[in-house]
């Protein structure tokens, strides 16, 4: 069984200009959360999908925005980059069976200039 | 304000000795904590999960303690490996009405000698 893989997993941005992240979830996952990992605050929560909805929500401004597809792929887009948004970006799926269970991705490493 | 502390932030201990990890939160209400383990580069591989009514999991030569009295976990490495050498990081869900919202410890950095 494939697991959650991330694209691309490295990045360079310029500030201002806005970002699109992909992550694609084990097969069957039909929960997908994200995550910012920074040296200084750790790894923080920014959203949870489930069925193409958002379920949960953690505390970013609102540049940070995410979607989910039918298929249970999702997206996460940064708008407006600042350089504090240097970040290893993680995404993790969840099933159902384990209800607690998730399984990460690799990260997508980026990198605002 | 949910909180997770860990510690210690750091610890270099020689290959085949044991060593503990503490964590101690501030989550409520509790749903479950997780601990993880994140090798440099990589994305991280759950190691426990405890809910409020589990006190011990083992996995391997990694046992987690909760105690949800006090508020405090711990995850007991026993004969350290190489290969134990990663960043451990505890987590803490709170459940409002049913969903989860995860607050994640800044993590121990583990460093095995040989």
């Known amino acids: 069984k494939a697991g959650v893989t991330q694209t691309p997993r490295y990045l360079i941005k310029t500030r201002g200009q806005q970002v699109t992240l992909s992550c694609s979830p084990i097969?069957?996952?039909?929960?997908v959360s994200w995550y910012q990992q920074t040296p200084g605050q750790g790894l923080q929560f920014l959203f949870e999908?489930?069925?193409?909805?958002?379920?949960n929500k953690g505390n970013f401004p609102g540049r940070f925005s995410g979607r989910q597809f039918s298929n249970s792929r999702s997206e996460m887009n940064v708008s407006t980059l600042e350089l504090g948004d240097s970040a290893l970006y993680l995404c993790?799926?969840?099933?159902?069976?384990?209800?607690?269970?998730?399984?990460f991705g690799p990260g997508t490493r980026l990198t605002v200039t | 304000k949910n909180q997770v502390e860990q510690s210690p932030q750091s610890l270099i201990i020689l290959e085949g000795k044991n060593c503990t990890l503490q964590?101690?939160?501030?989550?409520?209400?509790?749903?479950?904590l997780r601990w993880y383990k994140q090798d440099t580069g990589r994305g991280p591989v759950s190691l426990t999960i405890?809910?409020?009514?589990?006190n011990t999991k083992s996995n391997g030569r990694y046992t987690a303690t909760l105690d949800a009295d006090t508020k405090q976990s711990s995850l007991h490495i026993t004969a350290s490996q190489l290969s134990d050498s990663a960043s451990y990081i505890c987590?803490?869900?709170?459940?409002?009405?049913?969903?989860?919202?995860?607050?994640f410890g800044r993590g121990t950095s583990l460093i095995v000698h040989p």
């Open positions: 993790a799926s969840k099933g159902l069976a384990a209800s607690y269970e998730q399984y």
């Open positions: 097969s069957g996952h039909r929960s």
């Open positions: 999908y489930f069925s193409e909805t958002q379920r």
């Open positions: 964590c101690n939160y501030t989550v409520s209400p509790f749903s479950n």
């Open positions: 405890m809910t409020f009514s589990e």
């Open positions: 987590v803490v869900s709170a459940s409002p009405g049913g969903s989860y919202i995860p607050t």
